[in-house]
């Protein structure tokens, strides 16, 4: 049985799907990082804007089913490098028919800006391609997800949100 299924989406065309129920920190799927782009000027416009992936040291053309993933501002997943691999893990407990959805601001490192639809509660209306742009709760909750290339790319700013993090949990403990 497929774990994931590809089909028409609410948030934008085609999205990823779970079949089955998945736990927190389960592996949702791995990603194809094998097709390499070595030239980015013969990409097309649409290839450069939705499936290309602006990876540190190299350019990924993503492939089915993640290159599907659209973006929330509520997410269900994020991204980790494990062992060389991109894997998409379950950042809470996904139901048998949610939709996959990722905040594409987590390690968002290129800039960018486009209109937000995904239709969350919390939907911010617009999605800024660089992580430091978020609204700094934001920056906090997503500190775990950060790829460890992008925690040592931005370490100084990294630094301070983790003490913005550490002042709030001891102000925290000390209204207990």
């Known amino acids: ?24 920190g389960e592996v949702v799927l791995k990603i ?24 540190p040291d190299k350019i990924v053309l993503m492939q089915s089913p993640e290159r599907y993933i659209n973006h929330a501002c509520e997410p269900n997943i994020y991204v980790k490098t494990i062992d060389s691999i991109r894997q998409v893990l379950a950042m809470r ?14 390690n968002a490192d290129y800039g960018g800006t486009f209109a937000c639809h995904c239709g969350r509660k919390n939907c911010r209306g617009v999605y800024h391609g660089y992580f430091f742009k978020l609204p700094k709760k934001f920056q906090l909750k997503y500190l775990p997800y950060l790829e460890d290339w992008f925690v040592k790319r931005h370490q100084k700013e990294i630094e301070k949100l983790r003490g913005i993090l550490l002042l709030t949990n001891k102000q925290k403990s000390d209204i207990r």
């Open 1 to 24: 049985m497929k774990t994931i299924i590809v089909r028409k989406s609410k948030v934008q065309g085609k999205g990823v799907f779970a079949n089955k129920n998945f736990r927190k």
């Open 32 to 55: 194809d990082d094998s097709h390499l782009v070595k030239d980015e000027s013969k990409l097309t416009k649409y290839q450069r804007e939705f499936e290309a992936d602006y990876l």
């Open 93 to 106: 407990e996904i139901k048998k028919g949610e939709e996959i959805v990722f905040d594409y601001s987590i």
